[in-house]
């Protein structure tokens, strides 16, 4: 008999693609999501957007719900979602419209994906910098990665106090 991993609830799994069934089927392709994919943790409907830009990749619109239905989402895991289905070096939002185009039916929550092609938003941040856990001073507080997600380049927070310490100690000389 084999040993079955159980994997904690707030662990991070691949999604798997799923079978669209009867019961969403229908409601799914009216909306035009064609992909549906699962962990233990979220359902994601894929749909591909022809984008009016000049390139021939399409936008991908992710909408992603929590299984358990529950409100909020955890951001790390909205970056793995987008990663995995659309990319590492893809660039997506999430947009909160003017309340004429509000949709707000249930606790959903909308990526748009940007084709490879589309060059960097003239917005957002420049560089990279990411905290492998810790509470700062100042009192906020990152959550450690699980081990198998950490990223090479993830700081701890001392790590970065120290670098931004520097910085300013440099800037004031």
Known sequence: MTKRHKIKSEQWAPLVESEIKPTNGPAMHSQGFDEVWKNHLYTVLLRRIKSLLATTDPIIHLSIRR???????????????????????????????????????????????FPKQFPALPFGFEERLVVDGGKSAIGSEQRPFEKHMRPDDAMTLKEVEDLVSALHTEYDA
């Open 67 to 113: 299984n358990d239905r529950k409100v909020g989402l955890d951001w790390r895991h909205k970056q793995y979602i987008k990663n995995q289905l659309a990319g590492d070096e893809v660039e997506a939002i999430e947009i909160f419209p003017k309340e004429s185009r509000l949709v707000d039916t249930s606790n959903q929550y909308h990526l748009w994906c």
